[in-house]
Structure formats: structure tokens, C-alpha cells
């Protein structure tokens, strides 16, 4: 009955080591040699990109790899670029990179906007895109946005390559279906005319984690609304997403009223649950809050200016 | 800005940039963890994962077996050398080593000395230790339900987890005032448990010599020369065999005023393995075990005229000193200083009663700045008086106003027997209104309400009550609360000034030596500042609330003064004449009537240490000491007023402006002053809107790392506004009163204040710190939540 806290991001509770235990290490220069040392070493391995997730954990030894496969030389994975009316993504590209870049930003203005909320510099500065997503924690920010922007990952195993919806990619809080002998190459999102997107969160302290989180992108055509993507954060949303909301949008007019709808159904549908940062009612509201705030500023964003 | 020195000959108060930054800046500081000695092994505190649990067995067979390991130290050991248990600061005792139970989740263990850190660490895995889970209590207040596990089974025949009841005040004066007043408002509040957390976590390196029996402790800690007398009397060490070191420390806020059972371990495994050990905690072990602040459950009454004059407070408070009752504080007052709760208005009667209890949660209670639990007592008067405004729906500034303290009135007793030194508080918060542009902040907040925007404007007035203390009435384990300074002028003019108090921040090599310098006219650059060496400064009680400059900023000056005493009669015998026909010109002694015929400082120093024949009865040399045993406490004070904004979708809540002025009396240097206030304002903007330590129902921690237990940042600061007003303290020899707290002390209310006054649209009177956004948006609905407990 009594005993130490689940983990939860409660860092420090269940052991105060904060030294890792002991573990060998292979730094990979290409993707084939990261596939032959995850073949040789087999599951007990991790890759290691920007380490802000993984580190932690070993510190305090909830995660002990016995090897760590250095993935930070595959510059051939830091990208960003256009290719076959998608933005593509590589899995290496660090969280400043993405913040900052023109091209993800002319398409897709809620990259900014999270990434400007997403920890602090520090681990902006090393972070990466593969490693949030790999990480699969339910306040990750990038997972909300990449669930607001239906976007899809590519999966890369030794001999092929496989490309999975987000919708499909996290199994649960911190798995995924990336296999031992995989890794996460890139991610991609279609190029959309007429969109517009934006990211809302809410943290107590700059740096902190999301009380929630909330991603957006509309796109509308002849006035009416085409496609929708919500994506929520930190609230144990399925897929990080909230398909309900989403519905509710696609082939209506956008209005203050719709809004408010779906984001009703938005913070209705998610599965909060209390913890330091807040009870259940103030996340649902907080849902709720932020799907409106970003749901107005994605439909401002679609509509041509001046409409 | 390349030199803030105001004087050109570089003597006295004034900017200066502070002597410490060079090495600072440079990344050159002397921290514990950066001593290293020749062999040195290191040390390792395996703690508890369980709030409550008996210990069955622990088997330390595996760790011992690790090729670095070279000692593994448990309770039963150390029971062997009488060291399993040690004294408290407040007449109880601490564990070192658990032998019976744990009582708090991070309690220690087992301590195991290694060859390396990692080697250390590694081995606490090998530790087996074998736990029976008992039912921890977590709550304070149903700490005392007759249902309750009882904590202290190591306390014969204790049946509960009672401490002390104390009270201060006039309890049938207060009762009678509340009998004749036509408004009463009442209010429950937490201020909740807190944690210091200084950048430097604890640790030590201790060094038994086994040929010469000299033990030497570098160590984090605020009062060197008291950890000495308690270490000669908890262990039967010799204190002359026994040298303290406190080299730079990265912070200390009273989290580091104890002595802490890691400090004792490093001793016992250097004694054990005849070798250095450094032991140096963790972050989280820094949160989790070491002294918390403050964890005071408050129940205020207030009184008044329905025309706004306060007549009474009463205050009931059930402290929850977790599982030790380690509290450091002045031995007469288990409450610290907290009845100074009637804060600087002018009450006809006033009275607190505190209830202390015991839980399963890590012990301490005194730290952060606190002031001896001043903190606590500024806030709930503080909140009581906006409560109050708020039921008379006044002004909580005309209201203030109209009950301050009138200067007149000083010296002021108070109603539970302070003896306030000085005071001219109107003006205080004239010019806080003023500079805050107090009466436009209402207007466009009255705007903001219309157009249902969320605007707030919170006060505090405080008065501080720093410099303990007299030894009439204060001292700690029994030592009194005076401290020595010695001061040598060599014979080229320099000197060197010897100090019992330790800086941890606040700047004394730069501060004391412009004392010295202001005294004696040797320029400040002139002037060496020793201090963190029991074996070379004179003996005090070291540095935490507020009390170096009250306490030992007095004895610097009287010894420098001592020392122009000295250089008049010198300079006499130099002059062939009278020493009655000298005059003092800052620096120099000269012939009244002649200036032209004079010797300065550095000449006279020559001089006293050359062949010149002196006058009988007067020794060579230019040498003087002091130990200063302070006739009263010096009472600083502050107008504070904070401008926040709350987005009402959200709740989360902006502090927009901070205007803080304070008195601390004359400032030895305004830039080190203001450093300190910007510190203390950020620390009140934390504990007010992000920082506590809950525990979840099992009593695990909720504050065990930085990611949980939240700190501010610059983002969360506005650009503070600083102001000032002087009053001098008139007992302190150069009118001194301290500042090192004052703004810890003052700013949260200012803060719950402002935020409160903004959701009073919504009716919303009281909700406990930290106001997160959830917290505001709880109380905005009606539903405030408890903050010492899991969210639910
Ligand atoms: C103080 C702090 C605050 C933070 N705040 C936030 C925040 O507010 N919001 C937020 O979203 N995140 C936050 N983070 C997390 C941050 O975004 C991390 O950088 C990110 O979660 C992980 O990226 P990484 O590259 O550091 O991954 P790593 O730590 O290197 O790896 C994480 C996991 O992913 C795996 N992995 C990494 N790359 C791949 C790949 N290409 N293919 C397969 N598996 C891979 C690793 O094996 C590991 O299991 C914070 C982190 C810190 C330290």
C-alpha cells in the first residue's frame, strides 16, 4: 500500500543517485553502422541523440542501457526540406534548428510556437526531433504538434524503411512502435494551400513541462473548413489528438460558436489525470481554454487577409 | 561602469564593486567540492524510500565486497561510537544513521566511503535493507488524531506526536479587545513548506590527521565557529584539535546553519579509513532531507473600529516540524521570532499560540531567509490587514496608512515585548505609493474590471527584527549570540580584519572592509577580510538572519574604532603634544588649530610598530578587537507594492512591476543592498507563485527535484523598482540595521496580495501559496486547494 511514488516526471523520489550506472558506449558515423551495432548489442542498447530525455533517466536509473549508440555524428538526419509536396523532417534536427528555421516556419507557424515553449535553450540547443517523438512522454510537445498536423514518420531498419501515420506511431506513454533494430529517420507533413496553425500551452514556471498543451491546423476552402487537427498534449489524450473535436469541425463554417463546440468535445475527451501541476477539472479547462485560443488563431491564419 | 567607487580616495561606504567578483566571475571560487586532498576516498548516504517504516535487517555483506569500497557505515556502527543519534538545535535529537526506523523519505541509512564517487554509488545498489511499511502521517493536523502511528518511538513513553505548545502576548487583553471591536474577520492560511535551495548543495571534507589527532572539516556552513563548539561536545572531540573550514559557500539561506548527519559520516569515515572523505550531496538530497522553511499552519483573527483602526490580532499556528524537532533558533522562543506577528501597526493587543507537531517529513523549519520566522508572521499579518480591507471595503493602502506606527512612537514597544528600535514608516510607503503611481494603478485597474481584464495591486508593510541577539535574552545550545572581530593594522598601514560571521553571497570581503575602511580612513582596497577559519578568527555564531551586520558589523566598527582610539595617543607621542589637542580628519589625526601638523593612519601604524618610545602604559602595535554583544535587535522595514496581471482563461498570473523600498538604516553599499533585495524579491515572486514540498498521501516527496519543486527565473521577474528611506538604528555604533532578508521577508504577501485583489471580482477572500495557475483557478471557481498535500 505505501511506497515509493511512480515515476511520473517526479525525478529523484525513487532513488537520489544521479550517476548513472556504469554503461559502454559506441558512437555510430552512418546509419549503417548504427543498425550493426543495434544488431550486436541487441536490446539492452539505446541510441542516444540529444541525451535531454535519456540522461535523466540514468541518472537516476530508471533506464539502464547496458550500451549507448551515439547517433549525434548522422549529420546525414539533420534536415530540414521540401520534397514531394512535404516537409521532411529529419530525426536529428535539434529543437533550436526547428524553432528557427524559414521553410518549416513560412508553411507552418505552430512549429515557433511550440518550440519557443518547449524547455529552454539548453535543451533546445541539443534536443531533437527523433528523440522527442522516440521518447513518446505524454507532455512531449512535439507529439501534439505532429498529431495536429497529421504528419508521418519514417521508421528505417538495416534492410528497409517503413512510414507509419502519427495516428500509429505512440503505443502508450513512452512506447512506440519503433522496433529494437530500428530507428526513427525523419518526419513528414504534407504542404498544405489555405492553412493556418498554432500551438497554445501552459506551464507553470518557463522550462517547466505543460500543465496542457494544445495544437492546431485548419485548412479552408470556399469558407468552410476541409480538414482539422487538434493535437493535445500532457492530458493523456489518445495519439495525442482529439478525433472528436476534430470531426466536428471538417465541413463547417468557422465560427466562435464551432469553436467553442469542439473545444468542448476537446477537453471533454481527454484523460487528464492530477498530479502537481493540476487537478483534473482545471486541465480539462485548461483544454478546453487553449483549443479555443489555437483554434482562432489557426482559422485567422487560413483565411486569406483581410477576409 | 568601470569604477563605482564614489570617493576618490577609495575609503567608506559607497559602490564599490565587490572584492569576491574577481575570482567569482573568473570561475576561480574555493567550494567544498573543489577541495581536494592527497588520498581522498568518497562517501556515499544510502536514504530511505519509505515516509515510515521499521527496519528489519540491513545487509551491507555485498557493498563491502565491491573492490573500491573501503567502509560501509550503518546505524549499529555508530551506535558503537555513541554517534547514531545527535543533538537538535531544539532540545530534541537527529538521527545520523537510522537504527530503529525511518521516519521521512530521504532519512539516511547507511553511508558507504569508496575510492571514486560513481564507486560510491554504485555500491548503495548492494545495500539489502529489509523494511516493515508502517502508516505514515503526512497531514499536520491529523498529526494529533488519537489514531495516529506514533513517530518518536525512540522518545520513552511518548505516545503521540505532540512538541511544545508556546504562546506570546496578552491572551485576556487580546480576548477583551475582540469583545469591544465592531469587526472581526478570521482567515485560515498555510505558508507552505519551502526549501532554500542554494545553488552549492551540502557537503563536506573531513580530514582526521591519525599522528597529530587534528581533525579538519571543510565544510558548508554558515557558522563555522559553532559547529566547532558542537562537534567537541556531540563527539568528545578536543576543539583545540578541531579546525572548521568554510571555504566560498554557493548559497546559504539557513539551509545550511545545521549540522547535518552527512557532515558527521564524512568524520566518522575519515576517522574510520584514516583517510580525507569528501561527502557532497545531491540535489535531491538536498531538497528532500535538508532543512525546509517555514510549514506553518495559520489561523488569524483580526480586530477593528469599523472605521478601520486594527485593534487586535490573534494568531494560532500548528507548525509541522517533520520528524525531528531540529528547528535553529534562539533557545527561549520554539517559534523562532514569529511573535513579532503584530508587524508594525499600532495595536492595543495581540496574541499567538503555536502548536508544534511531529510527521513523517524531513526536519528543519528555520531557513530561507526567514529571519527566525519572521516570514511567516510579515505574511499573516500582512494578509490579515488586506482580509480585513477588504471586509471593510477600504483601501488596503489607506488602511495601512491610518494604523501604522506614528515615528513618535520610537522607541516602540510592542505588544508581545519588542522593543522596535527606530522607524518613520508613513514616509516608507509614501514613496512606494509614489513611485508605484499608486492611485493611476487603481484607476486603470477599476478600467481593466469594467472591461472583466484581471488587474491586481497588493501591499506589505513589514518590519524586520534582525542582529540576534543580546545574550541577555538569546543564544543557541547554550552559546551566546556575540561575536568577536579582531582588527591588525600592519606597519605599512594595511590591514587585516578577522571575522566569526561567513558569507555565502552577501559580499563581506567587500562590506566589512568598507566598515573598516569608514572607521579608520584605510582605503577599502587596503583592507583583507578573513573569515571561515575557526582556526584563524575570533570566535561567533556565524551568519544567518540578517545578523552580520547588526551583530558583527558592530563589533568591526568598535574595534576600528578602538583602533583610532589607539593611533590618537600614538600620534601624540609622535607629535610631543597632547592627545586632547588632536582632532580626527577621517584618516589622520591632527593638531587642532594646525592641520599642517598631522599623521595619517599608515604613519602612525609605522610608527607603532618602530622604535619611537610610547607612552606609558600603551603597547606597540596598531591591533584592536571586539566582541559585540548586541544591547537590542535593529527592526528594518520596507513598503513593498506588486502590480500583477491574471489572464482570466488560464489563470496563470504575470507579476508586472515590483516596487520595494526599503530601510535598512545607512547602506555600507547601495549596489550589494540592491543585489540583495532583487535576490529576496525573486525568492518572494517563487514562494508565491511556484515553490512548496507536498507529500502524497504515503508521504513520498513531491518537491524531490528541480523539475518539481520550481525555482524562478528572470522570465517570472519584472524589472524590480528599488527605493529608499534611512532611519538610523540608534544602538547600532554606526546605525546599521541589516538587509539580507528583508525582502524574503516582505515581498510574498505583496505578491498573494496583488494576486488576490485581482480575482476579488469573483468573490475569492484567501488561497494558499503557491498560487499556480491551477491554485488561481480553483479559487476562482471557490474551490481553493490545499497545497501541502498530492493535487487530487
Ligand atoms: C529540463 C528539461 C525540460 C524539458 N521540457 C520539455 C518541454 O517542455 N516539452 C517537451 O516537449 N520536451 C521537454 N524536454 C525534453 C526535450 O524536448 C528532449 O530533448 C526530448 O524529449 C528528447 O530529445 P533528445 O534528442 O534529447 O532524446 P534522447 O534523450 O537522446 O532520447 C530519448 C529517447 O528516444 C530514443 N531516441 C532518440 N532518437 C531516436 C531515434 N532517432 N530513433 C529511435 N529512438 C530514438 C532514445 O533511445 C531514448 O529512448 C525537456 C527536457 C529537459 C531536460
Redesign the pocket.
Known amino acids: 500500500m505505501f511506497g515509493p511514488a511512480p515515476l511520473a516526471r517526479t525525478w529523484g523520489v525513487k532513488l537520489n543517485m544521479q550517476v548513472p550506472a556504469p554503461v559502454e558506449y559506441e558512437r555510430a558515423t552512418s546509419l549503417t553502422e548504427v543498425f550493426d551495432l543495434l544488431e550486436r548489442y541487441g536490446p539492452e542498447s ?11 533517466m540514468m541518472k537516476i536509473r530508471l ?1 539502464r542501457p547496458e550500451v549507448l549508440i551515439d ?1 549525434n555524428d548522422l549529420t546525414e ?1 539533420d534536415y530540414i526540406r521540401i520534397d514531394g509536396g512535404e516537409l521532411r523532417i529529419g ?2 534536427v535539434r ?1 533550436a534548428t526547428l524553432m528557427s528555421s524559414p521553410l518549416a516556419g513560412e508553411y507552418y507557424p505552430i512549429f515557433a510556437e511550440a518550440e519557443a ?4 535553450p539548453i ?2 540547443n ?3 526531433v ?3 517523438l ?2 513518446a ?1 505524454p ?5 501534439a504538434v505532429f498529431a495536429a498536423l497529421k504528419a508521418t514518420v519514417v521508421i528505417s531498419g538495416k534492410s528497409s524503411s517503413r512510414t507509419v501515420p502519427i495516428s500509429e506511431f505512440h503505443t502508450g506513454p513512452y512506447t512506440t512502435v ?1 522496433g529494437p533494430e ?4 525523419e518526419v513528414r507533413v504534407h504542404l498544405r494551400a489555405n492553412a493556418g496553425s498554432a500551438y497554445e500551452k501552459v ?1 507553470r514556471r518557463l ?4 500543465i496542457a498543451a494544445v495544437g492546431a491546423m485548419v485548412r479552408i476552402e470556399g469558407g468552410l473548413i476541409v480538414e482539422a487537427g487538434i493535437g493535445l ?1 500532457a492530458v493523456r489524450a489518445e495519439h495525442y489528438s482529439a478525433p472528436e473535436a476534430e470531426q466536428i469541425l471538417v465541413g463547417s463554417a468557422p465560427s466562435d460558436e464551432l469553436v467553442e463546440r469542439a473545444a468542448s468535445l476537446a477537453g471533454e475527451h481527454c484523460n487528464p489525470s492530477a498530479d502537481q501541476r493540476g487537478p483534473v477539472d482545471y486541465k480539462r479547462h485548461l483544454v478546453k481554454e487553449l483549443t479555443t485560443r489555437a483554434l482562432k488563431r489557426s482559422i485567422s491564419r487560413a483565411l486569406p487577409e483581410g477576409a | 561602469m568601470t569604477d563605482l567607487q564614489q570617493r576618490p580616495d577609495g575609503v567608506g561606504f559607497g559602490r564599490v564593486i565587490r572584492k569576491e567578483d574577481a575570482r567569482f566571475v573568473r570561475g576561480k571560487g574555493n567550494y567544498v567540492d573543489d577541495i581536494v586532498l592527497p588520498g581522498m576516498l568518497f562517501g556515499a548516504v544510502l536514504r530511505s524510500p519509505y515516509a515510515h517504516a521499521k527496519i528489519v535487517s540491513i545487509d551491507t555483506s555485498a557493498a563491502e565486497a565491491h573492490p573500491k569500497v573501503k567502509a560501509v557505515i550503518t546505524g549499529a556502527l555508530l551506535e558503537t561510537l555513541s554517534l547514531a543519534w545527535i543533538p537538535s538545535l531544539s532540545h530534541d535529537v537527529i538521527a545520523v544513521l537510522a537504527t530503529d526506523k525511518v521516519r521521512y523519505q530521504g532519512q539516511e541509512v547507511a553511508f558507504v566511503v569508496a575510492e571514486d564517487k560513481y564507486a560510491a554509488r554504485d555500491a548503495l545498489e548492494l545495500i539489502d535493507v529489509e523494511y516493515e511499511v508502517l502508516a505514515p502521517v503526512v497531514d499536520a493536523k491529523r498529526a494529533l488524531d488519537p489514531d495516529a502511528a506514533v513517530i518518536r518511538t525512540d522518545i520513552e513513553g511518548k505516545k503521540d506526536n505532540y512538541i511544545f505548545d508556546w504562546g506570546s502576548g496578552d491572551e485576556d487583553a487580546t480576548e477583551a479587545v475582540f469583545k469591544k471591536a465592531d469587526v472581526i474577520v478570521e482567515q485560515d492560511m498555510l505558508y507552505p513548506r519551502v526549501h532554500p535551495a542554494p545553488m552549492e548543495t551540502c557537503g563536506a571534507v573531513a580530514d582526521m590527521d591519525p599522528i597529530s589527532g587534528k581533525l579538519t572539516i571543510y565544510c558548508t556552513t554558515q557558522a563555522p565557529h559553532a559547529h566547532r563548539t558542537l562537534y567537541a561536545l556531540v563527539a568528545g572531540l578536543p576543539e583545540h584539535k578541531l579546525r572548521v573550514f568554510s571555504p566560498d559557500i554557493g548559497g546559504g539561506f539557513g539551509n545550511k546553519v545545521g549540522i547535518y548527519p552527512g557532515y558527521v559520516l564524512a568524520v566518522v569515515g575519515s576517522i574510520l579509513t584514516k583517510r580525507p572523505v569528501k561527502w557532497v550531496e545531491d540535489r535531491s538530497e538536498n531538497l528532500m532531507s535538508t532543512s525546509f522553511a517555514r510549514d506553518y499552519h495559520m489561523h488569524g483573527k483580526i480586530a477593528a473600529t469599523k472605521d478601520g483602526k486594527i485593534l487586535g490580532l490573534r494568531v494560532d499556528v500548528l507548525a509541522d516540524h517533520g520528524a525531528f524537532n531540529n528547528t535553529a533558533q534562539p533557545t527561549k522562543f520554539p517559534a523562532g521570532f514569529f511573535h513579532v506577528f503584530s508587524g508594525s501597526y499600532d495595536l492595543e493587543a495581540a496574541y499567538c499560540a503555536v502548536k508544534g507537531v511531529y510527521t513523517n517529513k524531513a526536519p528543519g523549519g528555520v531557513a530561507y531567509a526567514c529571519s527566525f520566522r519572521v516570514t511567516e508572521a510579515v505574511y499573516v499579518v500582512e494578509r490579515m490587514v488586506d482580509r480585513l480591507a477588504l471586509e471593510l471595503d477600504m483601501d488596503p493602502a489607506d488602511l495601512r496608512m491610518k494604523n501604522l506606527l506614528r515615528p513618535e512612537q520610537f522607541p516602540y514597544t510592542s505588544p508581545t515585548g519588542w522593543e522596535y528600535d527606530s522607524g518613520e514608516y508613513p514616509r516608507a510607503l509614501e514613496l512606494a505609493m509614489k513611485m508605484a503611481g499608486y492611485w493611476d494603478l487603481r484607476k486603470e485597474q477599476a478600467e481593466k474590471r469594467a472591461r472583466g481584464e484581471l488587474m491586481g495591486i497588493g501591499i506589505s508593510f513589514f518590519t524586520e527584527t534582525v542582529g540576534a541577539g543580546p545574550k541577555k535574552h538569546m543564544d543557541i545550545l547554550g552559546l551566546g549570540m556575540a561575536d568577536g572581530c579582531e582588527v591588525r593594522v600592519h606597519p605599512t598601514g594595511k590591514a587585516v580584519v578577522r571575522l566569526s560571521v561567513q558569507t555565502q553571497g552577501q559580499g563581506h570581503e567587500t562590506t566589512f572592509a568598507q566598515i573598516v575602511s569608514e572607521v579608520t580612513g584605510i582605503p577599502v582596497a587596503d583592507v583583507e577580510v578573513v573569515h571561515g577559519d575557526t582556526d584563524n578568527t575570533p570566535f561567533g555564531l556565524g551568519t544567518y538572519g540578517s545578523r552580520s551586520t547588526p551583530v558583527s558589523g558592530a563589533a568591526a566598527a568598535v574595534a576600528s574604532k578602538r583602533i583610532v582610539d589607539k593611533a590618537r595617543l600614538i600620534a601624540a607621542a609622535m607629535l610631543e603634544c597632547s592627545p586632547d589637542d588632536l582632532e580626527w580628519e577621517l584618516g589622520r589625526w591632527q593638531v587642532k588649530g594646525d592641520p599642517s601638523a598631522g599623521k595619517t593612519i599608515a604613519e602612525i601604524a609605522f610608527a607603532a610598530h618602530a622604535t619611537l618610545e610610547l607612552p606609558e602604559g600603551l603597547e606597540g602595535h596598531l591591533d584592536a578587537s571586539c566582541v559585540y554583544d548586541p544591547p537590542n535587535l535593529t527592526f528594518p522595514f520596507g513598503a513593498y507594492i506588486c502590480v500583477v496581471d491574471v489572464d482570466p482563461g488560464t489563470a496563470k498570473v504575470t507579476v508586472r512591476r515590483f516596487i520595494a523600498v526599503d530601510d535598512c538604516g545607512p547602506r555600507i553599499n547601495p549596489m550589494i543592498v540592491e543585489g540583495q533585495v532583487h535576490g529576496g524579491l525573486a525568492d518572494g515572486v517563487g514562494m508565491a507563485l511556484m515553490e512548496s514540498i507536498a507529500f502524497d498521501e504515503d508521504g513520498n516527496c513531491l518537491g524531490g527535484s528541480l ?1 518539481d519543486y520550481l525555482l524562478p527565473t528572470s522570465i517570472e521577474c519584472p524589472s524590480w523598482e528599488t527605493g529608499e528611506t534611512v532611519t538610523p538604528s540608534p544602538h547600532h555604533p554606526l546605525g546599521l540595521k541589516g538587509v539580507g532578508e528583508s525582502a524574503t521577508v516582505g515581498s510574498p504577501p505583496a505578491v498573494v496580495n496583488a494576486v488576490l485583489d485581482a480575482l476579488k471580482p469573483f468573490g475569492v477572500k484567501h488561497a494558499d501559496m503557491p498560487l499556480t495557475p491551477a491554485q488561481v483557478w480553483r479559487a476562482m471557481q471557490g474551490r481553493p486547494m490545499r497545497t501541502d498535500m498530492a493535487i487530487q
Not at chain 1, 46 to 56: D, E, F, N, T
Open positions: 539505446r541510441v542516444i541523440a540529444g541525451g535531454h530525455s535519456l540522461l535523466p533506464a547517433i538526419l530525426a536529428m529543437h515553449v518547449i524547455a529552454d535543451v533546445r541539443r534536443g531533437t527523433g528523440g522527442s522516440c521518447q512522454d507532455a512531449e510537445d512535439l507529439s519503433v530500428e530507428i526513427l529517420t506551464e522550462g517547466d513541462w505543460a498534449a | 523539475m
